[in-house]
């Protein structure tokens, strides 16, 4: 993955005026677990999916695990 940002964003980021949060659809960890039907989506494995479940790259930030604040 290539992430592509200017010098100028970059030091928003380092400076602080462009802020990020923890995602909340994978709970920060960058992944999406979901059930064999691809209908539950939760940011971690269910304890009754046994090993009936797939895991993939979160698709609210991309697999960051951030997202920025509005």
Sequence with gaps: MIIDITTEELRNI???KTKYMKCMCCDNEGYEYWDETGVSVLPYPHPDWGDNFERG???NCDGIGFV???
Excluded: E, L, R, V
Aim: charged letters at 20%; one cysteine or more; aromatic letters at 0%.
């Design 14 to 16: 380092i400076t602080g």
């Design 57 to 59: 790259k979160c698709q």
């Design 68 to 70: 920025k604040a509005t």
